[in-house]
């Protein structure tokens, strides 16, 4: 148990379908991620928040939109996505987004695009 | 940021100690070593950091060289549990806000 929850573990959609992933952390921590994994691939930065605005987005496209409506509390909205974003998305969470704070991770939610 | 080379693939007998080395050559004096773990399927695991002293906690303890160009994270005692793969990451200003996570190197421990 890291301190950080992210629901679902497993989610298929459709094509044309819209959900959201949640990801809530316990630590008091400022700073929040999400990352993607996929297969056989490292993983990949998408967004940051500290303190609920947003400082990095690199490069993902406008289908995946994340929300973070408070410190403990990170959403990723997904609409129209592709079979090829299927992958393992991770939520994180640090102290603060600097380099000496260590991040903690969830367990992840396993997404499958149909 | 600094890159960092792992081995592939490292084998550890269950009770042994497990070292995992890393180098990183072009680290700057602000840059921090991290290593984190997965176990497959799973969020990575965070282990231990460091700067420039070793650091040992519950998990592990992590060597780095006098002259930082490398560092070596030890299991004390491996149990198949520990089976995963181990990743060993710079982390400065220059990264921005990312973890960097390259191959990593996989540990399998055997009975």
């Known amino acids: 148990e890291t301190g950080v929850t992210q629901t679902p573990r497993h989610l298929v959609m459709g094509m044309t379908n819209k959900k959201s992933l949640k990801c809530e952390q316990h630590?008091?921590?400022?700073?929040m991620y999400w990352y993607k994994q996929s297969a056989k691939k490292p993983l990949e930065l998408m967004f940051v928040?500290?303190?609920?605005?947003?400082?990095e987005n690199n490069s993902v496209p406008s289908r995946f939109s994340p929300e973070c409506p408070n410190s403990s509390h990170l959403f990723l909205h997904l609409h129209t996505l592709q079979p090829e974003d299927s992958a393992l998305y991770l939520c994180?969470?640090?102290?603060?987004?600097?380099?000496?704070?260590?991040?903690?991770f969830g367990q992840g939610t396993r997404l499958t695009v149909v | 940021d600094a890159k960092t080379t792992q081995p592939p693939s490292m084998d550890c007998a269950e009770g042994r100690a497990a070292n995992l080395p890393c180098n990183h050559s072009?680290?700057?004096?602000?840059?921090?070593v991290y290593w984190y773990r997965q176990i497959h399927s799973q969020g990575p695991q965070y282990i231990i950091h460091?700067?420039?002293n070793n650091e040992t906690n519950e998990m592990a303890s992590l060597i780095i060289t006098e002259d930082r160009k490398s560092s070596t994270l030890i299991l004390p005692h491996a149990t198949l549990r520990d089976t995963a793969v181990y990743y060993c990451?710079?982390?400065?200003?220059?990264?921005?806000?990312?973890?960097?996570f390259g191959k990593g190197t996989s540990l399998l421990v055997t009975p």
């Open positions: 460091g700067l420039k």
């Open positions: 928040y500290s303190l609920e605005e947003r400082v």
């Open positions: 994180a969470s640090s102290r603060q987004p600097s380099p000496d704070a260590e991040a903690f």
């Open positions: 630590l008091g921590h400022n700073a």
């Open positions: 990451i710079v982390r400065g200003v220059n990264s921005g806000y990312a973890l960097n």
């Open positions: 072009t680290i700057s004096g602000n840059e921090y």
